[in-house]
Protein backbone atom coordinates (compact mmCIF):
# COMPACT_ATOMS: atom_id res chain seq x y z
CA UNK A 1 0.00 0.00 0.00
CA UNK A 2 1.44 3.53 -0.58
CA UNK A 3 2.35 5.50 2.07
CA UNK A 4 -0.48 7.46 3.69
CA UNK A 5 1.89 9.36 6.17
CA UNK A 6 5.32 9.97 4.84
CA UNK A 7 8.62 11.52 5.78
CA UNK A 8 10.94 12.27 2.73
CA UNK A 9 14.44 12.59 3.63
CA UNK A 10 13.57 14.60 6.60
CA UNK A 11 16.14 16.56 8.63
CA UNK A 12 16.43 19.08 11.34
CA UNK A 13 19.20 21.47 11.99
CA UNK A 14 19.13 23.64 15.57
CA UNK A 15 20.99 27.02 15.41
CA UNK A 16 22.72 27.04 18.85
CA UNK A 17 25.54 29.20 19.82
CA UNK A 18 27.90 27.17 18.77
CA UNK A 19 26.69 26.60 15.61
CA UNK A 20 23.99 24.86 13.41
CA UNK A 21 23.81 21.27 14.66
CA UNK A 22 22.46 18.61 12.59
CA UNK A 23 20.14 16.34 14.75
CA UNK A 24 18.17 14.52 12.43
CA UNK A 25 19.30 13.70 8.46
CA UNK A 26 17.63 12.26 5.80
CA UNK A 27 15.06 10.88 8.01
CA UNK A 28 12.55 8.36 5.64
CA UNK A 29 9.38 6.47 6.98
CA UNK A 30 6.10 5.43 5.35
CA UNK A 31 3.38 4.82 6.93
CA UNK A 32 0.59 2.88 4.91
CA UNK A 33 -3.32 3.78 6.16
CA UNK A 34 -4.53 2.34 9.45
CA UNK A 35 -1.05 1.61 10.42
CA UNK A 36 0.16 1.99 14.42
CA UNK A 37 3.81 2.84 13.98
CA UNK A 38 6.31 3.69 16.90
CA UNK A 39 9.48 5.60 17.09
CA UNK A 40 11.92 4.19 19.60
CA UNK A 41 15.69 5.28 20.61
CA UNK A 42 17.35 6.69 23.17
CA UNK A 43 16.54 10.10 24.87
CA UNK A 44 17.89 13.14 23.75
CA UNK A 45 18.39 11.41 20.03
CA UNK A 46 15.99 13.43 17.89
CA UNK A 47 12.32 11.55 18.37
CA UNK A 48 10.38 14.72 19.77
CA UNK A 49 12.13 16.62 16.80
CA UNK A 50 10.82 13.97 14.34
CA UNK A 51 7.33 14.13 15.82
CA UNK A 52 6.94 18.24 15.62
CA UNK A 53 7.87 18.55 12.76
CA UNK A 54 5.14 16.16 11.25
CA UNK A 55 2.63 18.30 13.58
CA UNK A 56 3.87 20.77 11.48
CA UNK A 57 5.14 22.79 15.02
CA UNK A 58 8.49 22.99 14.71
CA UNK A 59 10.44 23.70 11.20
CA UNK A 60 11.44 21.50 8.98
CA UNK A 61 14.83 22.31 8.03
CA UNK A 62 15.10 19.62 4.66
CA UNK A 63 12.66 17.00 3.08
CA UNK A 64 9.08 16.77 3.18
CA UNK A 65 6.48 15.55 5.45
CA UNK A 66 3.40 14.11 3.32
CA UNK A 67 -0.18 13.37 4.33
CA UNK A 68 -2.16 11.50 1.85
CA UNK A 69 0.28 12.70 -1.02
CA UNK A 70 -0.04 16.62 -0.02
CA UNK A 71 3.11 18.25 1.67
CA UNK A 72 2.05 19.50 5.33
CA UNK A 73 2.78 23.58 5.78
CA UNK A 74 2.60 23.94 9.47
CA UNK A 75 0.04 22.54 12.07
CA UNK A 76 -3.46 21.23 10.54
CA UNK A 77 -6.52 19.73 11.65
CA UNK A 78 -5.61 16.60 9.86
CA UNK A 79 -3.12 15.31 12.46
CA UNK A 80 -3.84 15.51 16.20
CA UNK A 81 -1.21 15.53 18.46
CA UNK A 82 -0.78 14.39 22.63
CA UNK A 83 2.23 15.09 24.26
CA UNK A 84 3.56 13.53 27.46
CA UNK A 85 1.76 16.44 29.56
CA UNK A 86 -1.88 17.44 28.12
CA UNK A 87 -1.42 21.30 28.22
CA UNK A 88 -4.89 21.64 29.21
CA UNK A 89 -6.18 25.09 29.88
CA UNK A 90 -6.98 25.05 34.14
CA UNK A 91 -9.79 27.24 34.33
CA UNK A 92 -11.54 25.20 31.77
CA UNK A 93 -13.25 22.27 32.38
CA UNK A 94 -12.27 18.68 30.84
CA UNK A 95 -15.57 19.64 28.69
CA UNK A 96 -14.67 22.97 28.12
CA UNK A 97 -11.30 21.79 26.84
CA UNK A 98 -12.32 19.13 24.52
CA UNK A 99 -14.53 21.64 22.84
CA UNK A 100 -12.23 24.17 22.15
CA UNK A 101 -10.90 22.17 19.65
CA UNK A 102 -14.20 20.41 18.49
CA UNK A 103 -15.81 24.31 18.30
CA UNK A 104 -13.17 24.89 15.26
CA UNK A 105 -13.20 21.70 13.74
CA UNK A 106 -16.99 21.25 13.33
CA UNK A 107 -17.96 25.36 12.90
CA UNK A 108 -20.32 23.65 10.36
CA UNK A 109 -22.26 21.89 12.84
CA UNK A 110 -25.02 22.50 15.60
CA UNK A 111 -24.63 23.23 19.16
CA UNK A 112 -26.10 20.06 20.04
CA UNK A 113 -24.18 18.11 17.67
CA UNK A 114 -20.56 19.38 18.75
CA UNK A 115 -21.84 18.78 22.62
CA UNK A 116 -22.39 15.53 21.37
CA UNK A 117 -18.95 14.89 19.99
CA UNK A 118 -16.86 16.07 22.74
CA UNK A 119 -19.59 13.88 25.51
CA UNK A 120 -18.89 11.30 23.36
CA UNK A 121 -15.13 11.07 23.43
CA UNK A 122 -15.46 11.84 27.45
CA UNK A 123 -17.27 8.89 27.47
CA UNK A 124 -15.32 6.94 25.46
CA UNK A 125 -12.08 7.66 27.71
CA UNK A 126 -14.48 6.65 30.79
CA UNK A 127 -14.92 10.36 32.15
CA UNK A 128 -18.61 10.54 31.74
CA UNK A 129 -18.70 11.31 35.13
CA UNK A 130 -15.72 14.02 34.99
CA UNK A 131 -16.35 15.80 32.29
CA UNK A 132 -17.09 19.34 33.87
CA UNK A 133 -13.97 19.08 36.38
CA UNK A 134 -11.13 21.19 36.01
CA UNK A 135 -7.87 19.53 35.40
CA UNK A 136 -6.92 20.87 39.27
CA UNK A 137 -9.62 18.19 40.25
CA UNK A 138 -7.62 15.49 37.61
CA UNK A 139 -5.28 13.37 38.57
CA UNK A 140 -3.06 12.60 35.74
CA UNK A 141 -3.87 9.73 34.15
CA UNK A 142 -7.56 11.75 34.26
CA UNK A 143 -5.96 14.67 32.71
CA UNK A 144 -3.74 12.44 29.94
CA UNK A 145 -7.27 10.77 29.55
CA UNK A 146 -8.85 14.05 28.45
CA UNK A 147 -5.72 14.90 25.83
CA UNK A 148 -6.68 11.23 24.08
CA UNK A 149 -10.01 11.92 23.94
CA UNK A 150 -9.27 15.83 22.55
CA UNK A 151 -7.30 14.13 19.49
CA UNK A 152 -9.27 11.72 19.00
CA UNK A 153 -13.15 14.27 19.22
CA UNK A 154 -11.24 16.30 16.26
CA UNK A 155 -11.00 13.44 13.53
CA UNK A 156 -7.64 13.94 12.59
CA UNK A 157 -6.40 11.69 9.49
CA UNK A 158 -3.17 11.38 11.35
CA UNK A 159 -2.90 10.77 15.67
CA UNK A 160 0.71 11.88 16.80
CA UNK A 161 1.97 10.88 20.54
CA UNK A 162 5.33 11.92 21.93
CA UNK A 163 5.47 9.38 25.07
CA UNK A 164 2.01 10.46 26.29
CA UNK A 165 2.41 7.81 28.91
CA UNK A 166 5.62 8.69 30.28
CA UNK A 167 4.75 10.87 33.47
CA UNK A 168 2.43 8.48 34.50
CA UNK A 169 2.77 5.54 36.87
CA UNK A 170 3.26 1.94 35.84
CA UNK A 171 -0.35 0.87 36.99
CA UNK A 172 -2.04 3.77 35.14
CA UNK A 173 0.47 3.76 32.10
CA UNK A 174 -0.74 -0.10 31.45
CA UNK A 175 -4.35 1.41 31.93
CA UNK A 176 -4.01 4.36 29.37
CA UNK A 177 -2.52 1.83 26.73
CA UNK A 178 -5.53 -0.33 26.76
CA UNK A 179 -7.95 1.98 26.25
CA UNK A 180 -5.56 3.73 23.24
CA UNK A 181 -5.36 0.62 21.83
CA UNK A 182 -9.27 0.13 22.20
CA UNK A 183 -10.30 3.24 20.83
CA UNK A 184 -7.72 2.78 18.16
CA UNK A 185 -8.85 -0.62 17.15
CA UNK A 186 -12.55 0.98 16.26
CA UNK A 187 -11.38 3.91 14.46
CA UNK A 188 -7.80 2.69 12.83
CA UNK A 189 -6.37 6.20 13.01
CA UNK A 190 -3.01 6.22 11.37
CA UNK A 191 -0.69 6.47 14.38
CA UNK A 192 3.69 7.41 14.75
CA UNK A 193 4.18 7.25 18.25
CA UNK A 194 7.24 8.02 20.30
CA UNK A 195 7.98 5.99 23.15
CA UNK A 196 11.03 4.53 24.86
CA UNK A 197 9.38 2.06 26.21
CA UNK A 198 10.05 -1.85 24.38
CA UNK A 199 7.21 -3.08 25.87
CA UNK A 200 4.80 -0.26 25.19
CA UNK A 201 5.79 -0.57 21.39
CA UNK A 202 5.41 -4.41 21.53
CA UNK A 203 2.12 -4.14 22.64
CA UNK A 204 0.75 -1.59 20.59
CA UNK A 205 2.06 -1.16 17.27
CA UNK A 206 2.55 -2.85 13.73
CA UNK A 207 6.13 -1.85 13.44
CA UNK A 208 8.60 -0.33 15.70
CA UNK A 209 10.88 2.55 13.90
CA UNK A 210 13.97 2.15 15.86
CA UNK A 211 16.17 5.38 15.50
CA UNK A 212 19.69 5.34 15.59
CA UNK A 213 21.60 8.09 18.15
CA UNK A 214 22.22 11.67 17.23
CA UNK A 215 23.50 13.76 15.94
CA UNK A 216 22.21 13.33 12.51
CA UNK A 217 19.73 10.56 13.62
CA UNK A 218 17.61 8.63 11.18
CA UNK A 219 16.19 5.48 10.70
CA UNK A 220 18.02 2.47 12.13
CA UNK A 221 15.90 -0.43 11.90
CA UNK A 222 12.55 -1.52 11.44
CA UNK A 223 10.88 -4.11 13.49
CA UNK A 224 7.47 -5.97 12.24
CA UNK A 225 5.16 -6.91 14.90
CA UNK A 226 3.24 -9.75 13.97
CA UNK A 227 0.88 -10.15 17.04
CA UNK A 228 -2.57 -10.42 15.82
CA UNK A 229 -5.23 -7.69 16.94
CA UNK A 230 -7.22 -7.34 19.21
CA UNK A 231 -4.69 -8.13 21.25
CA UNK A 232 -4.38 -9.80 24.56
CA UNK A 233 -1.63 -8.49 26.87
CA UNK A 234 -1.04 -11.64 29.38
CA UNK A 235 -1.87 -13.64 26.03
CA UNK A 236 1.68 -12.00 24.03
CA UNK A 237 3.83 -12.24 27.07
CA UNK A 238 3.36 -16.25 26.38
CA UNK A 239 4.71 -17.07 23.72
CA UNK A 240 8.59 -17.26 22.73
CA UNK A 241 8.24 -14.43 20.10
CA UNK A 242 7.52 -11.49 21.80
CA UNK A 243 10.43 -12.13 24.47
CA UNK A 244 12.63 -12.79 20.76
CA UNK A 245 11.83 -9.45 19.64
CA UNK A 246 12.23 -7.95 22.99
CA UNK A 247 15.61 -9.17 22.44
CA UNK A 248 16.34 -7.67 18.84
CA UNK A 249 14.67 -3.98 20.42
CA UNK A 250 17.20 -4.11 23.66
CA UNK A 251 20.10 -5.17 21.10
CA UNK A 252 19.54 -2.52 18.68
CA UNK A 253 19.35 0.19 21.85
CA UNK A 254 22.28 -1.23 23.45
CA UNK A 255 24.34 -1.51 19.91
CA UNK A 256 23.40 2.66 20.25
CA UNK A 257 24.69 3.18 23.72
CA UNK A 258 27.81 1.18 22.84
CA UNK A 259 28.23 3.52 19.26
CA UNK A 260 27.81 6.68 21.35
CA UNK A 261 30.92 6.00 23.85
CA UNK A 262 30.47 6.51 27.41
CA UNK A 263 27.33 8.08 28.47
CA UNK A 264 26.12 11.42 27.86
CA UNK A 265 23.49 12.57 30.32
CA UNK A 266 21.20 13.90 27.25
CA UNK A 267 17.73 15.85 27.78
N1 LIG B 1 15.05 24.13 20.01
C1 LIG B 1 16.20 23.46 20.09
N2 LIG B 1 17.39 24.08 19.89
C2 LIG B 1 18.54 23.41 19.96
N3 LIG B 1 18.64 22.08 20.19
C3 LIG B 1 17.51 21.40 20.40
C4 LIG B 1 16.21 22.05 20.37
N4 LIG B 1 15.27 21.11 20.61
C5 LIG B 1 15.92 19.96 20.79
N5 LIG B 1 17.26 20.12 20.68
C6 LIG B 1 18.29 19.08 20.78
O1 LIG B 1 18.02 18.09 19.81
C7 LIG B 1 18.29 16.80 20.31
C8 LIG B 1 17.06 15.91 20.14
O2 LIG B 1 16.02 16.38 21.01
P1 LIG B 1 14.60 15.65 21.06
O3 LIG B 1 14.05 15.62 19.69
O4 LIG B 1 13.82 16.34 22.10
O5 LIG B 1 15.01 14.18 21.51
P2 LIG B 1 14.11 12.97 22.09
O6 LIG B 1 12.69 13.34 21.94
O7 LIG B 1 14.52 11.78 21.29
O8 LIG B 1 14.51 12.80 23.52
C9 LIG B 1 18.73 16.97 21.75
O9 LIG B 1 20.13 16.94 21.78
C10 LIG B 1 18.23 18.34 22.12
O10 LIG B 1 19.05 18.94 23.08
MG1 LIG C 1 11.19 13.60 23.40
Known amino acids: MAGYLEMVKLGKTYETPNGPAVIVEEFDLELSQGEF ?10 KSTV ?6 LNPISDGAVLVGNREIEG ?6 VVFQAPCLLPWMTAFEN ?9 AHGTDRQRREIVEHYLSLVGL ?4 HKRPAELSGGMKQRVGIAR ?3 LAPKVLLLDEPFGMLDSLTRIELQELLLRIWDSLKITTLMVTHDVDEALYLSDRITMMTNGPAARVGEILEVPFPRPRDR ?4 ETDEYYELRERLIGFLEGQELERGPLVDAA
Do not use: E, N
Open 37 to 46: VTLIGHSGCG
Open 51 to 56: LSMVAG
Open 75 to 80: PGPDRG
Open 98 to 106: VMLGVAKVY
Open 128 to 131: ADAM
Open 151 to 153: AFA
Open 234 to 237: AALL
